[in-house]
């Protein structure tokens, strides 16, 4: 785990090559988070994976968040370890919903970490990221005519009331 | 016992006390309940009470005929759906208890397969008995194996008594029988007929 310092550390780094790819750090609890423009995601993920210094080399997990009604809405999350030193450092990537139906999207990384494959199909599953250069993006858990993103937040529940006297008695 | 060992009154009386009468189709309902052979199947958590925890030496289920659990639905009687019904999962259930050959049961077992249970969300069907007919439901978060088996033997009454309970007619799915060797068949109404056609399209697409 880089600590606050060393977090800087990367982030001057990555600076000095190209200005403007980490918008910004957040360590919070012992956690080390690069927040990146994502534009230049995969720049800053293959510095970190090949950096003789970082070192960087494995994917522990690909998700998203929706932030909703934070804007921009959705955080996709990559979680990098380096397993000589054991330390882990986090990368986020926001993007905005498009609006209208379109999709919000960011490059792929599955050519950097092949792990990525299933993880991004899950998050495209239940959030509706696209990932740019994926090689097959289609949803891997629910059924494949299924219509919606059910991990959104704006997405409803489902299923069906119960009348319990509870609910009844209180809301009914 | 010898021809002529009895006469008159007490011939009247062996018969009387020995030989039951009874119709064809009580007997084979009889057999039908005494021999069921339940499918090799579970969905989610219930399945380590209803086709495991049944068949072990504490609750046994070949008390009541029904300890050869088959791996095809070509030779099984009874599906037990034990556990939740994914929306992804209902086409394959229902395509199993398609397959399987008349006469057929199903028990709808725990509180999921039922109505959904606590999974009133996106993801689960809210009660199995939407997209196939339901014989017996077996209440409980999982039920315990006595619930299991008490379902069980209720089911065996029903088919002692009633076998379908004309299922076949409220679900509108005349024609839809799956026999060993041509058995008899019922002729579905053109819309069940034209419903059944697409749906089977559908799976073996």
């Known amino acids: ?172 | 016992m010898l021809r002529g060992d009895l006469e008159g009154e007490d011939l009247e009386r062996y018969v009387e006390e020995k030989v039951v009468t009874t119709t064809f189709e009580k007997m084979i309902n009889l057999a039908r309940a005494n021999s069921i052979f339940p499918l090799t199947f579970g969905l989610a958590c219930c399945a380590i009470e209803a086709p495991i925890s049944i068949v072990t030496a504490r609750y046994d289920l070949a008390r009541f005929g029904a300890e050869a659990l088959r791996a095809s639905p070509r030779q099984a009687d009874l599906i037990i759906l034990s556990g939740r019904v994914s929306i992804k999962m209902a086409p394959v259930v229902r395509r199993l208890y398609d397959q399987m050959l008349e006469p057929k049961w199903a028990i709808s077992m725990g509180a999921c397969s039922s109505s959904g249970g606590m999974f009133a969300n996106y993801a689960v069907v809210q009660g199995a008995d939407k997209f196939m007919p339901i014989d017996m439901h077996i209440p409980g978060c999982p039920p315990r194996p006595e619930a299991v088996m008490y379902g069980f033997n209720k089911l065996q009454r029903k088919i002692m008594g009633s076998p379908d309970q004309g299922w076949r007619q409220r679900y509108n799915a005349a024609g839809t029988e799956e026999w060993a060797r041509g058995g008899p068949a019922s002729t579905p109404s053109p819309e069940a007929a034209a419903a059944y056609e697409a749906a089977r399209e559908l799976t073996l697409a």
């Open chain 1, 1 to 172: 785990m880089p600590d606050a310092p060393g977090l800087e550390l990367i982030r001057g780094e990555i600076e000095r090559d190209r200005p403007g790819a980490v918008l910004a750090t957040s360590f919070d609890r012992e956690q080390a988070a690069l927040i990146v423009d994502p534009a230049q995601l995969l720049a800053v993920l293959a510095w970190l994976r090949d950096e003789p210094g970082q070192r960087y080399t494995f994917l522990s997990s690909l998700h998203v968040a929706d932030y909703l009604p934070a804007e921009p809405r959705f955080g996709v999350h990559y979680e990098l370890l380096n397993r000589d030193r054991v330390e882990r450092l986090r990368v986020k990537a926001m993007l905005a919903d498009p609006g209208d139906g379109g999709l919000p999207a960011i490059d792929s990384c599955v050519e950097l970490f092949p792990t990525a494959d299933f993880q991004e199909r899950e998050a495209f599953d239940f959030f509706g990221i696209e990932f740019r250069g994926h090689p097959d993006l289609t949803r891997i858990l629910l059924p494949e005519d299924y219509v919606g993103w059910p991990q959104r937040r704006d997405f409803p529940v489902g299923g069906e009331p119960v009348t319990f006297t509870y609910n009844e008695r209180n809301y009914g």
